[in-house]
């Protein structure tokens, strides 16, 4: 019997949504349990906080959880601090610190969740505190984080960022946390491809096109040592 099915929360009968996430994306029960935490946690903010659109509430488990669970596969099984940027809701930030708590081989990894919104970091360390999350909140300007706190924000394994800032301008604000084996895992859109274009007048880098697994028209872009080509930034 597969873990998922021992557990009445994630069955079909009680939700296919979270039956889904859990046999696609290899969730325990007792992270499922924690999802839920968050899960009502978010609903209760969004009654004073936009923390994400409106109409996506109901959506939690596809157009938000799972949206995000896709990006664990595509780090190290090695990395052990991630780095979100512009985690506003905590998508998908708040999500892989979750599924990395529920991995005892990730024991001791961290997810920074950087906001610059006091109040949406307000929501971020409540769902920490109450599920235990392994994730620290940092409030302020992405641009400015790295160069005030060089030893958090250095050996970064990964930076994560969805529908954040168009690509040139996101290159631009994450530049400082990459090293020789720091990936950025850049959720976009149907747009993904103008970015993309856009991008290339002004940066090079090394780049993977990853379908996602949860919208036909969505991209995942791998980036790796983005550097700013000498004739400066374009944008």
């Known amino acids: 019997m597969r873990e998922a099915d021992a557990n009445p929360d994630v069955s079909p009968d009680a939700n296919p949504d979270v039956e889904n996430l859990a046999e696609a994306f290899n969730v325990s029960r007792e992270t499922i349990d924690q999802l839920r935490v968050y899960q009502s946690l978010l609903e209760k903010w969004q009654n004073s906080i936009n923390l994400v659109g409106p109409a996506t509430l109901r959506q939690f488990w596809t157009r938000h959880v799972a949206d995000s669970a896709q990006l664990a596969?595509?780090?190290?099984?090695?990395?052990?601090?991630?780095v979100d940027l512009g985690s506003g809701g905590g998508f998908p930030g708040l999500v892989i610190s979750l599924m990395w708590a529920g991995r005892p081989a990730l024991d001791g990894g961290?997810?920074?969740?950087?906001?610059?919104?006091?109040r949406k970091c307000e929501f971020l360390k409540t769902v920490i505190r109450e599920t235990g999350a392994p994730a620290k909140v940092h409030e302020g300007r992405i641009e400015e984080m790295c160069q005030?706190?060089?030893?958090?924000?250095?050996?970064?394994?990964?930076?994560?960022?969805?529908?954040?800032?168009?690509?040139?301008?996101l290159l631009l604000m994450?530049?400082?946390?990459?090293?020789?084996?720091?990936?950025?895992?850049?959720?976009?859109?149907?747009?993904?491809?103008?970015?993309?274009?856009?991008?290339?007048?002004s940066?090079?880098?090394?780049?993977e096109?990853?379908?996602?697994?949860?919208d036909q028209e969505a991209k995942?872009?791998?980036?790796?040592?983005?550097?700013?080509?000498?004739s400066?930034?374009?944008g």
Not at 112 to 118: A, F, P, T, V, Y
Not at 203 to 207: D, Q
Not at 209 to 214: D, E, F, G, L
């Open 73 to 82: 596969s595509l780090a190290s099984p090695l990395a052990r601090k991630w």
């Open 110 to 118: 961290v997810v920074h969740l950087i906001e610059s919104d006091g």
């Open 148 to 169: 005030k706190n060089p030893e958090t924000f250095g050996g970064v394994d990964v930076i994560s960022a969805r529908a954040l800032a168009p690509l040139d301008k």
């Open 174 to 201: 994450s530049a400082s946390y990459f090293d020789i084996h720091t990936i950025g895992l850049f959720m976009k859109g149907r747009g993904w491809q103008e970015e993309l274009t856009a991008c290339e007048v």
């Open 203 to 207: 940066w090079n880098m090394g780049l």
């Open 209 to 214: 096109v990853v379908p996602s697994k949860t």
């Open 220 to 230: 995942i872009l791998v980036c790796r040592q983005p550097e700013l080509r000498q």
């Open 232 to 234: 400066g930034y374009a």
